[in-house]
């Protein structure tokens, strides 16, 4: 059984920072392409970034967050830095089979449950 499980939201002033952490379980990590999204209320899924051979990053959040993984722990990665109150959302992991770099949530076969990040003063 697939399991990812996010960790790491909560509630933060802005311009500040927090990291997630995405757990994963029940597939070969390192061979899977990984990616974070977020979904605020009332919009669409948005893709944030994602890690593969390289790394790519929507041009709201290039500069301010970093992806990365750690294969030996099986846990991917966001680096948040340089919160605004529009980053405020559920943040999701996603794993996908390589297939090169892809942004839209349908490609992904596996997705973790989200974890809340509000930034707020």
């Known amino acids: 059984q697939v399991q990812l499980e996010e960790s790491g939201g909560g509630l933060v002033q802005p311009g500040g920072s927090l990291t997630l952490s995405c757990l994963v379980s029940?597939?070969?990590?390192?061979?899977?392409?990984m990616a974070w999204f977020r979904q605020a209320p009332g919009k669409e899924r948005e893709f944030v970034s994602w890690?593969?051979?390289?790394?790519y990053y929507s041009h709201s959040v290039k500069g301010r967050f970093t992806i990365s993984r750690d294969n030996a722990k099986n846990t991917l990665y966001l680096q948040m830095n340089g919160l605004k109150p529009e980053d405020t959302a559920v943040y999701y992991c996603?794993?996908?089979?390589?297939?090169?770099?892809?942004?839209?949530?349908?490609?992904?076969?596996?997705w973790g449950q989200g974890t809340q990040v509000t930034v707020s003063s």
């Open positions: 996603a794993a996908v089979s390589p297939m090169g770099l892809t942004t839209q949530p349908k490609d992904y076969d596996y």
């Open positions: 890690i593969g051979f390289s790394t």
């Open positions: 029940g597939l070969t990590f390192s061979r899977h392409d």
